[in-house]
C-alpha cells in the first residue's frame, strides 16, 4: 500500500550537518497520518527520533532536541530530517516511519556515520 523510499545518508565529521528525506508513494488516496524518523546503531534498539502529523504536530526524542528538525511537505508526499551539531552517537540507521489506521509500514533506511 505505501512505499517509503529514504535518502540523504552520508559520512560526516562531529558537528556537521545532513538532512534526510523520506518520499512516500502508491497510496490511493491521501488519509491522516503521522510520519516519524527512528535510528538504529549496530547491535542496539531501533530508537524514536521524530515525528510529524499530517497537520504539522511535532514530537523528538530527547537524544535529538534542539538539534533535530522534522517536517514535511504534504503535496510531495515528503518528510524530512534536518540533523544539525551532529555527534559520533548519531550514527545509525536511519529509518523512516509511515502510520496511519493503526498499521504502520517501514522505509528500508539511510545509513548516517558521524566520526569524531
Known amino acids: 500500500q505505501v512505499r517509503l523510499v529514504e535518502s540523504g545518508g552520508d559520512s560526516v565529521q562531529a558537528g556537521g550537518s545532513l538532512r534526510l528525506s523520506c518520499v512516500a508513494s502508491g497510496r490511493s488516496f491521501i488519509t491522516v497520518n503521522t510520519m516519524g524518523w527512528y535510528r538504529q546503531a549496530a547491535g542496539d534498539q531501533r530508537e524514536f527520533v521524530a515525528s510529524?502529523?499530517?497537520?504539522?504536530?511535532?514530537n523528538y526524542g530527547d537524544s535529538v532536541k534542539g538539534r533535530f528538525t522534522v517536517s514535511r511537505d504534504n503535496r510531495k508526499n515528503t518528510a524530512y530530517l534536518q540533523m544539525s551539531s551532529l555527534k559520533p552517537e548519531d550514527t545509525g540507521v536511519y529509518f523512516c516511519?509511515?502510520?496511519?489506521?493503526?498499521?504502520?509500514?517501514w522505509g528500508k533506511g539511510t545509513l548516517v556515520t558521524v566520526s569524531s
Open positions: 516511519k509511515y502510520s496511519t489506521r493503526g498499521m504502520d509500514f
Open positions: 510529524i502529523t499530517y497537520f504539522g504536530d511535532i
